[in-house]
């Protein structure tokens, strides 16, 4: 499978973006989709995650900012981000685990004036 990340570029504080992620099968065979982030030197964190049954999860410095949602019809996993902060800056990836874990290319995302 694979998984198309879109949606990352150069944003003020406080502004909003929204990542996609389109899968080249169904979204529902996959156990858990999520979106995880890096910066230079750091590991690579998970921000959200959707199970299957529909359960979502936030780190909690994204909670009330972000929303993770899912389009069955166009296989893609979405990250609404809203009130954008500096320190929200990094490498986005998709991730999703059906019988292996799997993984987008990334996508830039820099908050910045």
């Known amino acids: 499978v694979q998984l198309v990340e879109s949606g990352g570029g150069l944003v003020q504080p406080g502004g909003s973006l929204r990542l996609s992620c389109t899968a080249t099968e169904s979204i529902f065979s996959f156990n858990v989709m999520a979106w995880y982030r890096q910066t230079p030197g750091n590991q690579r964190d998970m921000v959200a995650s959707?199970?299957?049954?529909?359960?979502?999860n936030y780190v909690d410095s994204v909670k009330g900012r972000f929303i993770i949602s899912r389009d069955s019809d166009e296989n893609t996993l979405y990250l609404q981000m809203n009130s954008l902060k500096p320190e929200d800056t990094a490498v986005y990836y998709c991730?999703?685990?059906?019988?292996?874990?799997?993984w987008g290319q990334g996508t830039q995302v820099t908050v910045s004036s």
């Open positions: 959707i199970l299957g049954s529909g359960v979502r």
């Open positions: 991730y999703a685990h059906r019988h292996i874990p799997e």
